[in-house]
Structure formats: C-alpha cells, structure tokens
C-alpha cells in the first residue's frame, strides 16, 4: 500500500469512492464538490492510499478556526473519510487515518476533529467524543413572540461580506467563551454567500443564516454578541410563522434563544457528534483559552502510541487566561493519567468524574477539580462537515 498526495487526476476515482460508501452526489452537490477541490488539492490536503494504481481509501482535511474557550487556532477537520468495500478489514482505513494524522501536524494544526461513522477505528487512533452538533425543533410561532426594540439594523449578506461577517463571529465566540464551534475561511465562506435558497442577514454583532425545508424553517447559526441583536434575528426567523409551523436550528446547549421563549416544557433535540484530538500537546495547551481568574498547576502523564511527541509527564500550568504544558521529566506517582483519547475529551471540558467511571483517567484524584476548572467548557459544533 502507498499513500500520497491526490491531484485532480484522480477525481474519476474519488467520486466513484465515494458513491460506493456515501451514495451518488445530486448534480449540484457535485457541482460544489468539484469547484472546492482545486484548492483544497493545490494545498495537500487530500490523501489517498493505493493498491497499485488503484485507489483504494481516500480523506481529506478541512482548513477551520476552532474556539476554546473563547480563543480561536487552526483546526484539522478530517472529512470525506471513504474506503473502497473490496478494501474493507485490510487496515487501509488506519493506515489513512495515520497519513491524516500526520499531515495535520505538518500543515502546523495542534487540534483534530471530525464527523465520525463509526467511533472504533477513530478511537483506536486518539480520538474521542468530545461534543455535538445540537439540532433542537422550535415552534415558529414561539419565535415571532420573541421582542426586540427594533434598533437593531440587519441587513442581507453577499459574497463580499465574508471579511465583515468573519469579524463578527470572532467577536461573538471570544465573548462568549465559547468551546468547540468552527467557522470556514474566508474563501468558503464567499461560496457560501452566494447561495441563492439560503437566507443570510447581518448585524454590527450577530448574524443568522437560514432557509425554507420541506414548509419548515432550517436555520444554520443564528449568533450574536447581545440581547438585543439575538433578540432581533430569532424574531426575523420567527416571523415566517404564518406559513412555517416548525424550525429546526444548530444551537449551542446554553443557547440564549432557549430562555426567549415563552414556552419551554419539552424539546425535540437531536445530537450529532464529533470527536476531538490533540495532534500537538503542548502547542494546544498554548492556544487554548481559560478562565481569566484561575492560576493553577497539575500533573499529567499522557500515553500517545500515534504521537509519541504528545507521550511523558507533563507540567500544566495556567494563570490569566493562558497556559502552557512543560515536560516534567520521567513517569510521577503524583501524575494523572490519560491515554491521547482521554487527553482529548480532558481538554474538551468533559469532567474528570466522567472520564474515570470511563476508565479514560487513572492515578492520584488529587488534582481533579483543579483540572475540571481549567479546562471548562460545553463544547458544541454548530457545523457539521
């Protein structure tokens, strides 16, 4: 088997793969598809493993910003996973994912996440859950009951707004302190805008992007910096309630829209999840946002088969709002311990008490609360890719 860099010459083969695992693309899905492969190829980002001339598995990873707590890095998003059937139980889908791997951390990437279809192989390889993409069904009507003061100024997005709108979302996530959401790049995103089913409105500090589904609303992300802006969105969606009965959104799980509302006994809500991995410790520690009032220190010994450079105790420090992780020499009884799965879903904010009754957290417990403090978070996606 050999892997390398796919070109534009192997597209006939891409697609037939991945007709064989996903189904046939609908000709304007295709369309799409084929205008975003060029650059995503002219970078190489898109492996394939052959057998021969054949190809037999191919991925690519996806160019994202990623928000912890707050603050933005780059992130790996691994996508289009595909192997031939024939090629199924050969080890070639591991062998791709470790190529995968690999190239994240030479594109300078310290964080991974992707899509799973099945959680085994990811697991195998240092991924782990970590959050979801939350897909909640809202009564329209409740939407257009939300008020606002009328001041806010929306206006409708095009291409040319992606800097701008770009600008906002970074704002918003940094307010909020928020953990896991990405957002595309700027090219993407100018793709995007262009849509012309999709409904898209900006204002100084919030924006929604939406669209009619089956009679239904569909909302993408509504997000916003204040009240008043987030107010002003939700009620727009909301005034199409005289022919839409439902809406169904990508929210975050404390989304403020969930105490707009009037009513709030039951929610339909459903869950799409992701999972998460540390290509580089040290650097993702250093580009992790935390809480701006805690100083704290702890010991972590982190076992890493696929990164050994991610392997060894490690001194974390944090103290306003930044942190690093040091190399703290040979293994420590005083240590906790964690696989790279466990380090994954540490930093992503899921509770030490979680991760022991998983058996993803060993050793000494002295140090739980202070790791529970440091890395908080409710990580949510409200992209799926």
């Known amino acids: 088997m050999d892997t390398r860099e796919l070109t534009l010459d192997d597209l006939d083969a891409i697609l037939d793969i ?15 598809w084929l205008k975003a492969m060029p650059p995503i190829m002219a970078e190489g980002r898109y492996l394939g493993v052959f057998d021969g001339d054949r190809l037999a598995a191919a991925g690519r990873i996806r160019a994202f910003t990623q928000w912890w707590y707050g603050r933005p890095q780059p992130m790996a998003g691994v996508a289009g996973v595909t192997v031939n059937p024939e090629d199924r139980g050969r080890g070639v889908g591991t062998t791709l994912m470790t190529a995968l791997i690999d190239k994240a951390a030479e594109l300078g990437d310290a964080v991974s ?8 192989i990811y697991r195998s390889l240092g991924y782990e859950h970590a959050g979801a993409q939350n897909l909640i069904t809202l009564p329209a009507d409740a939407l257009r009951r939300i008020r606002h003061d009328g001041q806010v100024k929306l206006r409708r997005m095009g291409p040319d707004d992606a800097p701008e709108l770009l600008s906002v979302i970074g704002r918003a996530h940094a307010g909020s302190r928020a953990s896991g959401p990405i957002t595309w790049d700027e090219r993407t ?3 995007w805008l262009a849509e012309e089913d999709d409904f898209l409105y900006l204002a100084d500090d919030g924006y929604a992007v939406y669209r009619w589904s089956d009679g239904d609303l569909e909302v993408d992300a509504v997000v916003a910096a204040s009240e008043e802006t987030g107010r002003a969105l939700w009620s727009l969606i909301g005034s199409a309630s ?12 404390d989304d ?14 459903k869950q799409v999840r992701w999972m998460h991995r540390l290509i580089d410790l040290p650097l993702a520690v250093a580009r992790r946002g935390y809480p701006a009032g805690l100083t704290a220190s702890a010991l972590l010994e982190v076992e890493d088969a696929q990164r050994p450079g991610n392997s060894g105790v490690w001194r974390l420090e944090v103290s306003g709002g930044s942190g690093t992780a040091a190399a703290a020499g040979g293994p420590s009884p005083e240590a906790a311990r964690l696989g790279a799965g466990g380090m994954a879903a540490l930093y992503a904010g899921v509770p030490t008490a979680t991760l022991r009754g998983a058996g993803l957290l060993s050793g000494p417990d002295d140090s739980d609360e202070t790791l529970d403090a440091v890395f908080a978070g409710r990580p949510y996606m409200l992209d799926y890719f």
Request: hydrophobic content about 40%; cysteine-free.
């Open 18 to 32: 991945r007709k064989r695992s996903f189904g046939p693309l609908a000709p304007t899905e295709r369309e799409l």
């Open 113 to 120: 996440a992707l899509y799973p279809a099945t959680t085994p």
């Open 189 to 191: 995103w100018r793709v």
């Open 242 to 253: 005289s022919i839409a009965q439902h809406v169904t959104a990508a929210v975050a799980p």
């Open 256 to 269: 403020p829209v969930l105490w707009l509302t009037g009513e709030r006994t039951k929610e339909t809500v």
